[in-house]
């Protein structure tokens, strides 16, 4: 703790730090970290976005018209890995970066210096995944899953995934240790573990998710690194190895990555409900639990991926049943943000209609995940649109939503500015229709048989491909609003209050000016 | 503002849409296609039970969510209450869920016990994945022997949009994979090269085809007709050119359809011996 603070050298901390680029490139402030983190996960939500509008526009009508094939897989492929890796994964981070010292009352995070190493990381991982579209052969094309024996078969662009995906890991494992350290070792006395908001605790857990499942990851593309140059048959079945074994690996990481992108979406969801209701979490506790509960069943539910792959009846039904679980303390946290709301004195500013949007999209999901653990149905639905309608209902409007509730709720406080409420809420209606206008009639694709992952069709699905195609677009275009929304208000927008929301509890609301300042909580509060 | 009276609007369109598919029975188009096979049907029936649950679920959890959105609000003066727990509650609310998993869980067991039963077949097929076409051999049963390729027959021009589409686009072959009606049907499944699914919904049917690797699964068809599916699993770049069609013939046709088959191989194979 006291190798952070490191302000024993004489002159105290005031914003003396260069400035211009080399403020970004050095800085090891977690706001500044925090800022490029949530800048950089925009952009690539911008491009994961883009590759995703030329699905939908390959998709618009049956035929063959604007990407061939080869070039759709590799869009497909990419939209995948940059909105998980890119836009999702990073924005969790960005939010941990300036909230978890906030709310904990620490001065910063305990390994700045890794913490701009964390970051900078990450931009050189992107270029290696963007860039692979340039390389003579594409970019990988094999689906984000990457499964052998095709992915052995692709170009350089496959190994530049692989490499960036070890950069990500290499980025991701550090930030997490970063943010256990800071939260075991750095909060403000007085709080103790249970004592923590709600966000700090869902990103302590998925920071241990983190720790255990990344270097799982690593591990399986260097299988595959190896496998494509060095002779080794961990995947071939003519060499003695099994391609299933790949998807047994992957799936080991991929499953928790799930709840990597969840679980602080619910923390965010849990400070901004509580803040609007004007009423104290209900039962803080076992929400605790429910979190921890969720973090453990993640890691035995993997092979719910894979239930075609073929395995002993036995193993359908232990994971069936093992997922099935999930659902308890998925619904529990639920019960208690109703309850939250239940006589409380709401109003409903953009960051509680995504709160609220967020639940009620994400209970469907939940619902579509349920049905999807059930093994006879998932045979029928599984690599359709039903899978995608599915995790798009829990990764759109589960993580992102939150990520815009988190956005609109924190930015008085980083930036001292309010957004624009109308255009807030235009943000919302507008986001909330044209995402279920292109992601429930994908229920019906699915359930109809339509395979993901191909860009033609049977003319029985046209319609519903042209309602979501369309959906699509709206829904990309709205994402523009966000952005003015966030350059006006950070460029122009009117003086945030002291305290912007009336029911807000947290330590960087109760005991910070708005907007906090360069360095904050260099003594630390007392939490009674 | 009317905010009230949109999110009421909201609620209840969402609470259409999603009824509307535990109904969609109505139409194949909503739902799972029209069950031929006994895994089939209980996967159907499956499947329209547990939507009217959630729907039981989602109703109950969100006409509480939207009572207190609508009446606790600073809007019309709610003051708000401060309580933060409740035992008897919270214990309430996770024992139900786990009944109601239990309930769900108990018809799926069943299903995945007479799914994975492929013992005691009438006959045998072998269906093996290919980059981009599916190739048949007949190993055990009537019609053993017989062994055949099959391609995508939908020509390439419908494809790039120069011809109109026909009614099978996509969904259409040159060889179907012939069987007779009620008879079990063991289909083991591999692939050559890369990952393939060979999958028919009507039938309840998808497995994963993989190189070096023997996988099966099996169908009982109810009636004659052909049952179409697509490749289900990312293969490369014809993924989505690669389709299943199974014929489904009365007992008579198949034994014609075998002897054609076995007669025309036999003359392929004199006439290869001939050549030598």
């Known amino acids: 703790m006291a190798a952070v603070h490191g302000d024993t050298h004489g002159h105290g901390h005031d914003d003396h730090h260069p400035s211009g680029i080399m403020r970004w490139v050095t800085t ?17 939500f911008l491009v994961g976005g883009f590759l995703a509008m030329g699905i939908r526009a390959e998709l618009y009508q049956p035929g063959i018209q604007i990407l061939e094939p080869e070039l759709f897989n590799q869009f497909t492929t990419l939209h995948g890995l940059i909105m998980v890796f890119g836009a999702i994964m990073p ?11 906030l709310m904990i009352g620490a001065p910063d995070m305990a390994f700045a210096r890794m913490n701009n190493w964390s970051f900078w990381l990450l931009p050189v ?46 980025s991701s494992i550090m930030g997490s240790i970063n943010i256990i350290t800071t939260i075991l070792n750095m909060r403000a006395p007085g709080m103790t573990l249970m004592k923590m908001p709600m966000f700090v605790w869902t990103w302590l857990i998925t920071a241990y998710l983190l720790v255990l499942v990344m270097p799982v990851l690593a591990g399986v593309v260097t299988m595959l690194l190896t496998d494509r140059h060095f002779g080794t048959s961990f995947f071939n079945a003519a060499g003695g190895g099994d391609p299933v074994l790949f998807q047994h690996i992957f799936w080991f990481f991929g499953h928790p990555e799930v709840y990597i992108m969840i679980l602080p979406a619910f923390g965010i969801i849990s400070e901004i409900i509580p803040t609007f209701s004007r009423k104290p979490l209900f039962g803080y ?149 044209f995402f279920n206008l292109t992601f429930f009639v994908q229920h019906f694709l699915g359930l109809a048989g339509m395979p993901r992952r191909v860009p033609d069709y049977n003319l029985q699905f046209a319609d519903f491909n042209m309602i979501s195609s369309l959906g699509a677009f709206g829904f990309g275009l709205t994402q523009l609003l966000f952005l003015y ?27 910070l000016p708005t907007p906090a300042p360069y360095h904050s909580f260099e003594k630390p509060p007392v939490v009674n | 503002m009317g905010s009230k009276s949109v ?87 996770t024992i139900i869920p786990c009944i109601i998993l239990v309930v769900m869980a108990w018809p799926a067991t069943k299903t995945v016990i007479a799914m994975k039963d492929t013992s005691s077949p009438d006959m045998t097929i072998k269906a093996t994945g290919y980059q981009w076409m599916w190739g048949y051999d007949y190993l055990q049963g009537e019609g053993e022997g017989i062994s055949f390729f099959s391609r995508i027959s939908t020509p390439r021009a419908q494809i790039e949009n120069k011809e109109p589409k026909g009614e099978h686009y996509l969904l259409e072959v040159d060889n179907h994979v012939v069987v ?5 049907v063991r289909v083991v499944i591999t692939a050559n090269d890369v990952l393939h699914a060979w999958s028919v919904p009507a039938l309840g049917v998808k497995q994963d085809a993989i190189p070096g690797f023997i996988r099966d699964t099996w169908f009982t068809a109810d009636k004659a007709g052909i049952y179409r599916g697509m490749c289900s699993e990312l293969c490369g770049k014809d993924h989505a050119f690669m389709p299943i069609v199974v014929e489904v013939m009365e007992a008579d046709d198949y034994a014609q359809w075998v002897a054609t088959q076995l007669s025309a191989s036999a003359v392929k194979t004199s006439m290869h011996v001939e050549n030598k």
């Open chain 1, 125 to 170: 991982a992107a270029t290696l995944l963007i860039g692979s579209f340039f390389v003579p052969g594409g970019a990988a094309a094999g689906g984000w899953t990457f499964y052998p024996p095709l992915s052995t078969q692709g170009g350089l662009g496959v190994d530049l995934m692989i490499f960036s995906v070890h950069i990500l890991g290499a």
């Open chain 1, 485 to 511: 929304i966030m350059i006006s208000c950070i460029r122009s927008g009117e003086k945030a209050p002291q305290m912007p929301w009336e029911g807000a509890k947290t330590l960087e609301w109760t005991h």
């Open chain 1, 285 to 433: 506790s076992s929400m605790v639990y429910a979190t921890a509960s969720i973090a453990i069943l993640s890691c035995v539910v993997w092979a719910h991926h894979m239930f075609t792959a073929g395995m002993p009846a036995v193993g359908q039904l232990f994971f069936m049943y093992a997922t099935m679980l999930i659902a308890v303390p998925t619904a529990v946290k639920v019960f208690n943000w109703t309850a939250t709301m239940w006589r409380g004195s709401m109003t409903f500013e953009t960051p509680m209609l995504f709160s609220i949007g967020f639940i009620f999209l994400f209970v469907i999901g939940g619902f579509s995940g349920v049905i999807c653990a059930i093994v006879p149905i998932d045979i029928q639905v599984q690599d359709t649109y039903y899978v995608i309608a599915h995790f798009h209902y829990v990764l759109v409007s589960g993580a992102l939503f939150a990520l815009f509730a988190g956005a609109y709720y924190w930015i008085p406080k980083w930036t001292g500015r309010m957004y624009n409420e109308t255009l807030g809420k235009w943000h919302f209606w507008l986001s909330m229709f």
């Open chain 1, 28 to 44: 090891t402030n977690h706001k500044d970290i925090g800022t490029m983190y949530l800048w950089f996960s925009f952009t690539m």
């Open chain 1, 91 to 101: 924005a969790f981070v960005g939010f941990a970066n300036w909230q978890v010292p």
């Open chain 2, 180 to 184: 007779p009606v009620g008879k079990k």
């Open chain 2, 7 to 93: 999110v009421t609007l909201a609620g209840v369109s969402a609470l259409a849409l999603y009824s509307s598919m535990a109904v969609g029975s109505l139409g194949s188009r909503y739902n799972f296609p029209e069950p031929q096979s006994i895994i089939a049907k209980e996967t159907y029936d499956m499947h329209i039970w547990l939507m009217w649950v959630c729907l039981v679920i989602f109703i109950g959890v969100f006409s509480v969510m939207f009572y207190s959105i609508l009446k606790h609000r600073k809007s019309v003066g709610h003051k708000a209450a401060n309580f933060h727990h409740s035992t008897a509650a919270e214990v309430i609310w």
